[in-house]
């Protein structure tokens, strides 16, 4: 029985990475997170999935407490097995901060994930998509109809993460699950799915400051030659 909150999809890259010099640690879900990779025809076994709760522990562990966490997220969505535990690593990690950005969507058990940060922020032309999740199932009609009461057990349980922090009623959250909605980052926010919008001219006053940092200590290391050059002509003179 495979529960699933999106259609299938290509299989998803998770990876990490340390910006040199800092204590910020940057975490990529980018595609649909998944138990397994694909399978080696060769070995006749999965490759490890990238997006796996397994892999994301491996990942995690990496991390000291006195650091950030930052992570990034463009996502269909995918097991939610795999999802919850993801979200809940990620509640149990002992960090500075854990700050998450929607690069793109962040859509079903995404979205669960995403609520695991300490702080959400959504990018322009981001979207977040909350609804019900599914399952295939065969059999006779005993079992379809325990397969439904199943999936209301598993669907009040994962309601329980977006309600933390939603700022609406349980009852609307409902509905829109229901109706399969799609929010933008200011409707997400508005009810609670995310903290903030990062707007364009907020990211490029960043990415400013980044640059004018970079070109002064560029500027300073060449000082730095130009005054060991003349220090050393200064020395063959004196010779």
């Not at 439904?148 to 009040?156: K, N, R, S, T, Y």
């Amino acid at each position: 029985m495979n529960h699933n909150m999106k259609p299938e999809q290509k299989q998803a890259h998770y990876t990490l990475q340390q910006q040199e010099g800092s204590n910020v640690h940057k975490l990529y879900i980018y595609d649909d997170v998944e138990e397994y990779g694909d399978f080696d025809w060769w070995t006749l076994e999965y490759t490890e999935s990238e997006t796996s709760a397994e892999y994301f522990r491996k990942m995690l562990a990496e991390i000291p407490e006195t650091e950030t966490i930052e992570l990034h997220i463009n996502s269909y969505g995918g097991s939610v097995k795999e999802g919850i535990a993801i979200y809940n690593q990620l509640k149990q990690k002992k960090c500075k901060e854990i700050v998450a950005y929607v690069d793109g969507f962040a859509y079903s058990i995404a979205s669960v994930i995403l609520q695991a940060a300490d702080r959400r922020i959504m990018g322009l032309g981001t979207s977040i998509l909350i609804h019900n999740m599914w399952m295939s199932i065969s059999g006779n009609a005993e079992q379809l109809r325990k397969a439904a009461d199943d999936l209301d057990v598993l669907m009040e349980a994962n309601r329980a993460i977006y309600m933390e922090r939603a700022k609406i009623s349980e009852n609307e959250l409902i509905e829109l699950m229901n109706a399969e909605t799609y929010l933008t980052p200011e409707q997400a926010v508005e009810k609670g799915f995310a903290d903030e919008v990062m707007h364009l001219n907020e990211a490029t006053k960043n990415g400013s400051v980044e640059q004018m940092q970079q070109r002064i200590t560029e500027l300073q290391e060449q000082l730095k030659q130009q005054l060991s050059f003349k220090e050393d002509l200064r020395q063959i003179y004196n010779s």
